[in-house]
Nanobody, 118 residues
Framework: QVQLVESGGGLVQAGGSLRLSCVAS????????MRWYRQAPGKQRELVAA?????NYADSVKGRFTISRDNAKNTVYLQMNSLKPEDTGVYYC??????????????WGQGTQVTVSS
């Protein structure tokens, strides 16, 4: 069993910053790609950033958000600067995990709310 737990969401004014964290725990042999998604009210979930063989960002967050990892802690971060009201949504962590039984699955966290006021 693997769990992903996000933290760091909250309410911030436009132009402000937040740092999200996601810790993976459980039977983890290896984590390949870790991703951050977000879902705004009434909209589909969208990929924000990914960290694997390479790092990728959605066009809407390039230059403002930074994804990073601490592999020793099975943790991924999302530093969000110059936040805009359109960044509001629930942010979800996602990970591709191989467990000690050599079974590979992907997992989702429960999400953390980010609200940016104008």
């Amino acid at each position: 069993q693997v769990q992903l737990v996000e933290s760091g969401g909250g309410l911030v004014q436009a132009g402000g910053s937040l740092r999200l964290s996601c810790v993976a725990s459980g039977s983890i042999k290896r984590i390949d790609t870790m991703r951050w998604y977000r879902q705004a009210p009434g909209k589909q979930r969208e990929l924000v950033a990914a960290s694997g063989v390479s790092i990728n960002y959605a066009d809407s967050v390039k230059g403002r958000f930074t994804i990073s990892r601490d592999n020793a802690k099975n943790t991924v971060y999302l530093q969000m600067n110059s936040l805009k009201p359109e960044d509001t949504g629930v942010y979800y962590c996602h990970a591709d995990v191989t467990d000690w039984g050599l079974v590979s699955r992907n997992y989702w966290g429960q999400g953390t709310q980010v609200t940016v006021s104008s």
